[in-house]
């Protein structure tokens, strides 16, 4: 069998680390997934940083020198009001980043917690609930946000706090599976057995569990999110103008698409490379946690 | 013969790890079958069993490779061969049976196109015959009504069932060798005897070789001509079957075959410590470091298969001529230990007249009127004493689990009291006050499954003691963790360890510190040495009788396995479809006069003794739910006297002068008395 029992001398050298670092420790093994990380890191960093280092001000317009191709000075070239492309990629994704980022946050937070407890409660209030998440989840969800944007306006606050809902009723579905799979487990049980609490049984014995689950499709659906968003944009109902933004550039420059392509590759180039790195990423995340001391994998 | 049906030489097997270090898994592995021979291979979990099955299929594990030697079949290189000669090969000449025939099936075919499948495949049977072979096959395996069950779907067929079907399926092609892995394991006795005499008596008849892994002596000493020992990764003992169990040479063997408790022998057997190291760690034997032969040759030197002069017995020790003068039949009479404790006379829990069902009707049920099922458990009453141990005992289906689990309050009754002091436990946990549910706790038979994988050791323990004792500070707990680590044998060590990183029989020490973290008086035990190897049984059946001798504890102790009852128990319980049969202390229980129900399980026992046969009485057929009146047993039952039986509950009598001991059966008593001296003779 390859299972093999670790013997002694192996076993004394292994030391509780935390969470973070074990699953590091195996994330790292992984090229793809590192190659996400990086990824997503940069653009993180470019979101933070890019207002001080940008070579030109993305707000600048210049009636001369319209829809221009690549130069030295304009690297992507100019959109149709002359504004450098360049500039305005690497900042139009500020709004869209800090939007989907706790927005995304929320969704796992409220969403996980309402699908253990239900998959942990079951009988019927989740038969109840679950027919209630099913009636929304059958509405578009584009028709969904912009039916809460018509009513409510596009305001940033009111867009996070409508994808943190939308996106959390996908995380109870997902939760609530995970907590069927441990709550009828015999270590439910013996707790269940000694008169713990709920609320213990819940934070104690099947978040630990359910936790992975809950980060790698909150990573997966960060990435749903971020097009979503930019979707949103496109259509004009989310960062207004002068900002720039990615979905709304690539809306306004379509149309000279065949005289300036890069107005639209800048935007294109910058979203797909945080989507291909957070798919990376969310991948080799999965991998890593489940490798990980739940299956004592000798690493 | 001058040439075997199988010749395995010099076999190793092993895989990388990502560090890139070679870890072996099977080493110098050399065997011999002949046609029509059946060799049993036994050994600890990760000895390499089921490796080297796979292996005579020509079959490696994703990620381990062929490092030396050869598989050979009828004198086919089976590494050697094509993907496409290895199809020819497999389903035709070998035949592998696998352990959980439920998995092995499809679960969204007929039973009989399965087998029809099997068939067309592996055969030239012409598609017109093919069903007609179909229906023989099935009559073949012992299966009533052939025409009828081939209209099934697998799960509507019980476990042997869905054995004997997968027997079926691999006898298709008349196969000249079956490989077997764990065919029987997690079937009931009594239909684990069944299997293995249909087993005994198609390879007689066919003349099919066979390789028969398992864990289980007594299974391996009922099938075998042939007995391979395994111990890391290698083959330590090959001998005739009566001989590795009359005599055996390794140290290994006698260790095993120790510490396997007996039906005829009451008291804990011995234990083995320790636990097989990785193949080829070692430089010596792997076995030096928990043999009771070791000298320093052990640690240095390997040793080597050799044979015993002037028998057909291999054996690789450096000591075997000293561990064959030594008298086994003594030592393994010595081996079985009582540890005395004292019952009190006040009762502990005392159950009566106690009804659980599963049964919840649904809306439409209940406005039809639709008549209740007969519940799951009924009529149970008997009381457990202070400091002593209760078995339940029966089949899958009695309802030893459901009543333990009402007691633990994860169920709750629905009729009769469950008295424990002055409180009645017929209702759940939620509604217990602390200082009940604290003097009450549960082990379960897995730990794999009862030890949350996300917890370390010390988290695990760190629970109970939380919720009982919320007075105790951080470092008192601390204390108090080392303390139980200690008492269930365990050094401090283990505390920040996962249970992914201990053996089977360390997390089940877990386990049981968790349960006595409460300080509890009574101890329900589910099954709580069936996922352990004997070897680690034993050493855990005596820390609970440790365990009890030091704090006066309770035990309710659920097991499928008689001898260990015999073991460990006090008195015994015995249960067929949730209705009590028997009930009495060991001896009583063990000697006749018997239920009938009790003279079939003890029938159907398998003991590590190649020449003694099992008695089957009753016919294996499950039943999903007990008969709506008279006695339980009635519809299997191989004393049945007639009408009575069917109409009406059996009364309660007792053998006379043994006033505690209690059978429920309408046989008068003289009879049971006398019809029983055909089983009592084993």
Redesign the interface.
């Known amino acids: 069998?390859?299972?093999?029992?670790?013997?002694e001398g192996q076993?004394?050298t292994?030391?509780?680390r935390s969470f973070v670092a074990e699953t590091w420790d195996s994330l790292r093994?992984s090229v793809a997934g590192m190659i996400g990380l990086i990824l997503i890191i940069s653009h993180l960093l470019l979101a933070i940083t890019s207002p001080y280092i940008l070579p030109q001000d993305p707000l600048e317009m210049n009636a001369q020198s319209r829809n221009e191709a690549p130069s030295a000075e304009h690297i992507f070239g100019t959109d149709e009001l002359g504004r450098d492309v360049f500039s305005r990629s690497m900042l139009g994704g500020r709004v869209t980043l800090v939007v989907t980022i706790v927005a995304i946050g929320l969704a796992v937070l409220w969403g996980g917690l309402v699908g253990i407890l239900l998959g942990f409660i079951g009988g019927r209030a989740d038969e109840i609930i679950m027919r209630i998440v099913d009636a929304i989840l059958s509405i578009p969800w584009l028709l969904l946000l912009l039916l809460v944007i018509a009513i409510l306006g596009t305001n940033m606050l009111v867009q996070t706090l409508t994808f943190a809902f939308t996106y959390g009723i996908l995380t109870i579905r997902v939760a609530r599976a995970a907590t069927h799979d441990y709550v009828t487990?015999?270590?439910v049980?013996?707790?269940?057995?000694?008169?713990?609490s709920r609320r213990?049984i819940v934070t104690?014995?099947l978040l630990?569990?359910v936790r992975d689950v809950l980060f790698v499709d909150g990573a997966m659906n960060w990435s749903w999110m971020l097009l979503a968003f930019t979707s949103l944009s496109f259509l004009g109902f989310g960062v207004q103008p002068p900002d720039p933004d990615w979905g709304r550039m690539i809306a306004e420059s379509r149309d000279v698409l065949a005289i300036q392509p890069w107005a639209v590759f800048g935007p294109v180039i910058m979203l797909s490379t945080l989507i291909i790195g957070i798919n990376l990423f969310a991948d080799a995340f999965a991998k890593a946690l489940g490798l990980d001391?739940?299956?004592?994998a000798?690493? | 013969m001058s040439q075997s049906l199988v010749d395995i030489s010099d076999l190793t097997i092993g895989y990388y790890t990502q560090k890139g270090t070679l870890v072996h898994v099977l080493r110098n592995v050399s065997l011999k079958i002949e046609a029509g021979e059946t060799l049993g291979l036994v050994g600890e979990s990760g000895c390499g069993k089921s490796t080297l099955g796979q292996a005579m299929m020509g079959y490696l594990r994703s990620g381990s490779q062929l490092l030396g030697g050869s598989v050979r079949f009828s004198d086919l290189d089976m590494f050697g061969l094509t993907p496409r000669q290895l199809e020819e090969i497999r389903g035709k000449q070998i035949a592998l049976i696998p352990q959980n025939a439920g998995e092995a099936l499809t679960p969204t075919l007929r039973i009989g196109n399965q087998i029809v499948e099997a068939i067309e495949l592996h055969t030239d049977i012409p598609k017109g015959k093919a069903k007609e072979r179909m229906l023989a096959l099935l009559g073949q395996v012992r299966l009533p009504q052939p025409e009828v069950l081939a209209e099934r779907y697998p799960h509507e067929l019980s476990g042997g069932q869905q054995q004997r079907v997968v027997v079926a399926m691999a006898l298709a092609a008349e196969p000249e060798m079956l490989v077997l892995d764990e065919p029987t394991t997690g079937l009931d006795v009594t239909t684990q005897a069944h299997v293995l005499d249909l087993l005994r008596d198609i390879v007689a008849e066919m003349g099919t070789a066979m390789m028969y892994i398992s864990h289980d002596m007594g299974v391996i000493a009922r099938v075998s001509d042939r007995v391979g020992l395994m111990y890391a990764g290698e083959i330590v003992e090959d001998a005739p079957a009566t001989e590795m169990f009359r005599s055996p040479a390794h140290p290994y063997a006698r260790g095993l075959l120790e510490s396997i408790p007996r039906l005829s022998m009451s008291g804990v057997a011995k234990s083995m410590p320790g636990h097989p190291p990785i193949p080829g760690t070692l430089p010596g034997c792997s076995f030096a470091p928990r043999c009771p032969f070791a000298t320093d040759i052990c640690n240095t030197e390997p040793p080597i298969l050799n044979p015993i002069p002037d028998r057909q017995h291999l054996v690789s020790c450096h000591h075997w001529e000293e561990v064959l003068v030594t008298n086994f039949d003594e030592k393994l009479n010595e081996s079985f230990q009582t540890v005395e404790h004292t019952i009190g006379d006040e009762p502990a829990i005392e159950l009566s007249d106690v009804e659980i069902s599963y049964y919840r009707p649904g809306v439409i049920d209940r406005l039809r009127n639709i008549p209740h099922p007969p519940t799951t458990v009924s009529d149970v009453t008997l009381t457990v004493r202070r400091g002593e141990t209760l078995a339940l005992v029966g089949e899958s289906g009695s309802g030893k689990t459901t009543i333990v689990r009402t007691i633990a309050g994860l169920l709750p009754a629905k009729g009769g009291h469950i008295k424990f002091g002055d409180f009645d436990l017929r209702v759940g946990v939620d509604d217990r006050p602390t200082q009940i549910s604290k003097q009450i706790q549960l082990i379960f038979q897995n730990p794999d499954a009862s030890l949350n994988p996300r917890h370390t050791v010390a988290e695990i323990i760190d629970q109970p003691l939380k919720l009982y004792f919320p007075k105790m500070n951080r470092d008192e707990r601390r204390e108090r963790q080392v303390e139980l680590l200690n008492r269930v044998r365990l050094s401090d060590k283990y505390r920040l360890r996962y249970p992914a990183q201990l053996s089977g029989g360390e997390k089940q020490r877990v386990a049981i510190a968790r349960a006595f973290a409460a300080d509890p008086r009574v101890v329900l035990c589910d099954e709580v040495t069936s996922a352990l190897d004997v070897s680690v049984q034993a050493a855990v059946l005596d820390l609970l009788a440790d365990l009890q001798k030091e704090r006066n504890t309770t035990y309710i102790f659920i097991t499928h396995d008689l001898a260990v009852v015999r073991a460990f128990a006090d008195r015994v319980a015995v249960l067929y479809q949730g209705r009590l049969c028997e009930l009495g202390t060991v001896d009583e229980i063990y000697q006749p006069p018997y239920h009938p129900y009790t003279e079939t399980l003890m029938g159907a026992v398998l003991e590590p003794d190649p020449d003694m046969e099992p008695v089957l009485l009753a016919s294996d057929t499950p039943e999903l739910a007990p008969p709506s009146q008279g006695c339980p047993f009635q519809r299997r039952c191989p004393r049945i006297i007639g009408d009575i039986c069917v109409e009406e509950a059996p009364p309660w009598q007792s053998p006379p002068g043994e006033m505690d001991h209690k059978i429920r059966c309408h046989l008068p008593m003289d009879e049971l008395l006398n019809v029983q001296e055909a089983t009592s003779s084993k």
């Not at chain 1, 001391?293 to 004592?296: A, I, K, M, P, V």
């Open positions: 069998m390859t299972t093999t029992t670790p013997t076993l004394t292994v030391k509780r093994h487990g015999e270590f049980l013996a707790a269940r057995a000694r008169g713990e213990t104690r014995e630990p569990n001391r739940s299956q004592g000798p690493v």
